[in-house]
């Protein structure tokens, strides 16, 4: 499956962005879809992911509470909603597809990244 990631762009803090994720073929009930971050220089950093058919998600704590992930069916289209962004929000935002468990998915594939710059 190809991923591929937009809506990145400037915001100022405590204001929101939508990222978009489109997949090249049908995610539901196939992959688990994962959001990570990474600022240059540093690891990549889980963000948040939602289950094959949508009914679960997890959050890493850092952005629980401000960021929702969301699966559009119809479109094949995974979506990370962010609010109430903050500086450390700053980073290039990556959407990947995975198998294996919900406990531990294997990222198999991923999107070429989107740049989120909040200014303070």
């Known amino acids: 499956v190809q991923l591929q990631a937009s809506g990145g762009g400037l915001v100022q803090a405590g204001g929101s962005l939508r990222l978009s994720c489109a997949a090249s073929?049908?995610?539901?009930?196939?992959?688990?879809m994962g959001w990570f971050r990474q600022v240059p220089g540093k690891e990549r950093d889980f963000v948040g992911q939602?289950?094959?058919?949508?009914?679960?998600?997890y959050y890493a704590d850092s952005v629980k509470g401000r960021f929702i992930i969301s699966r559009d069916i119809a479109k094949n289209t995974v979506y990370l909603q962010m609010d109430s962004l903050k500086p450390e929000d700053t980073a290039v935002y990556y959407c990947?597809?995975?198998?294996?468990?919900?406990?531990?998915?294997?990222?198999?594939?991923w999107g070429q990244g989107t740049l989120v710059t909040v200014s303070s």
């Open positions: 939602i289950s094959r058919n949508g009914g679960s998600k």
């Open positions: 990947a597809a995975g198998s294996g468990i919900w406990s531990s998915p294997l990222f198999n594939y």
């Open positions: 073929e049908r995610t539901y009930n196939r992959y688990i």
